[in-house]
């Protein structure tokens, strides 16, 4: 895997231009905002990574998920699940920045979405195309979703995997993403899920190290 890990870092500088490019676009699904141009903005990726790709309507004037295939050298199928959308950034008084403007302050990344989840799909993305240029093509076959409703609850996934539960079908699942310290040791933050509505928790920024053999995405602390 080491030359796989090489071709990651060795082009990181392109992956920070890509999520920052994601960042940019606003998808704020709790105020329907950006869903004008976020999911063909996250399509135009995916294909760039050599995936076919679909925008998934969902019901009730929802906003779209967006799957990406692809086959691979094993008949075994992974499933990404990711989601493109993002919290509101209010309040803005504790920014120091825009939060759709990204920066980048010495080996940090500033940014709504950065970490929570467009981070990880472009950790993914990174992946495959070290894969592809590698390798030569994926281990096995790939399913990528990004969905863009997670942030209200996942409100329309389910009639849509009513619908096409079969597309969805894997042999395993890797999901969203949790967080790596720098000296590549897994944490582990019980209790995070959901959105307290309470000042400190808002206070936090997301924020990416970008250190050599760490994932080239981190976030610390959590709750941004």
């Not at 094993?74 to 499933?79: D, G, Q, Y």
């Not at 080996?107 to 993914?124: E, H």
């Not at 992946?127 to 990004?146: M, Q």
């Not at 720098?182 to 936090?204: C, K, N, T």
Request: glycine content about 8%.
């Amino acid at each position: 895997m080491q030359d796989v890990y090489d071709h990651i870092e060795n082009h990181v500088d392109e992956s920070i231009d890509l999520l920052m490019e994601l960042v940019r676009q606003p998808s704020i699904s709790a105020q329907g905002i950006g869903f004008d141009k976020a999911p063909g903005l996250v399509k135009s990726m995916f294909e760039a990574a050599g995936m076919d790709v679909e925008i998934i309507p969902v019901p009730n004037d929802g906003h779209p998920s967006v799957l990406g295939t692809s086959d691979g050298a094993s008949a075994h199928t992974l499933l990404f699940y990711t989601h493109y959308d993002v919290q509101p950034p209010d309040p803005l008084e504790l920014w120091e920045s825009d939060p759709f403007e990204p920066e980048r302050r010495g080996d940090r990344l500033f940014g709504r979405g950065m970490s929570d989840d467009k981070g990880n799909i472009v950790a993914r993305l990174a992946a495959i195309r070290a894969f592809r240029e590698v390798r030569g093509g994926l281990p096995c076959k790939l399913k990528f979703l990004a969905e863009g409703e997670e942030e209200i609850g996942s409100r329309n996934l389910r009639p849509v995997i009513e619908q096409r539960g079969q597309d969805f079908k894997a042999d395993a699942c890797i999901w969203e993403g949790r967080r790596t310290k720098p000296e590549q040791r897994p944490l582990h933050v019980p209790g995070s899920e959901g959105h307290p509505d309470h000042r400190p928790a808002r206070q936090a920024v997301e924020r990416r190290t970008l250190t050599p053999r760490s994932p080239p995405f981190y976030r610390q602390p959590h709750g941004a």
